[in-house]
């Protein structure tokens, strides 16, 4: 396992400047458990992965807002997801504000908090994007000026970070060749491969750039999901948590 890659390509030119402030300095939070953060640009493969890693290996506390790993008393979680995609997505500036929309993203950030809060700490805990990557996408969106994203980054820091990879190509057959897409994956008003490309090369950039010096490992796109949760696995016993 190494380091990400910068991605090929070149920058669209929507990437945001460097962002407000260090990202090294957040407040020390001893009251959390210690956690691995599971990254990855959009139809990397996390949600299927992570659902192999539960199958393989139960000890693993995997703390998730997709709604196949939500328990069973936060059905509210997927809920309000369905309605920010569904509803506040298609009519966003029209009949929903930005900050509107940010109010509810800011529900699964603060569910995925308050969880790694709730594991206990006495089993390897893994967090599926934590605020990371939603925090980049708004940045890309044009919402990098924001009092919440202050607080996000102040949220505690994962121990380590583990990436997954996917080419261009593979992700644009998972997305349904643009079907699947909602406007938070793509460039413009609608998705097409050119787009859609652009803004995963800058999603991968300004996720990097969020994370700072974390240490990171890199999985790189694998024909078979058992394959990639396998070296999820690894990377988790490799790096016992220290508290």
């Not at 059905?75 to 009949?95: C, E, F, K, N, Y």
Request: glycine share 8%.
């Amino acid at each position: 396992m190494t380091a990400p890659p910068t991605p090929q390509g070149t920058a669209t030119g929507s990437l945001p400047g460097p962002l407000p402030g260090p990202l090294s300095g957040p407040p020390a939070h001893p009251e959390m458990p210690p956690f691995t953060v599971l990254l990855g640009t959009d139809y990397a493969g996390k949600s299927s992965a992570l659902a192999e890693l539960s199958r393989i290996s139960p000890e693993v506390r995997i703390v998730s807002a997709d709604e196949e790993l939500l328990g069973p008393g936060h059905s509210l979680i997927a809920q309000l997801r369905r309605g920010l995609v569904g509803d506040v997505m298609p009519a966003l500036h029209r009949d929903y504000s930005p900050d509107f929309m940010l109010t509810m993203l800011q529900t699964a950030v603060l569910h995925l908090r308050d969880s790694i809060a709730r594991s206990g700490g006495d089993t390897p805990v893994l967090v599926d994007s934590y605020y990371y990557k939603i925090l980049a996408k708004c940045r890309l969106k044009g919402l990098d000026r924001h009092p919440l994203f202050d607080w996000w980054r102040s949220f505690p820091q994962p121990q380590q970070v583990i990436f997954l990879g996917v080419s261009p190509e593979t992700a644009w057959l998972r997305c349904g060749e643009g079907r699947d897409l909602n406007p938070l994956e793509y460039y413009g008003t609608r998705p097409d491969r050119v787009s859609f490309t652009r803004f995963q090369a800058d999603l991968h950039l300004a996720i990097r750039q969020e994370i700072g010096s974390l240490p990171v490992s890199f999985i790189g796109e694998q024909d078979r999901v058992s394959s990639v949760a396998q070296g999820i696995r690894e990377v988790l016993v490799a790096h016992e948590p220290v508290r």
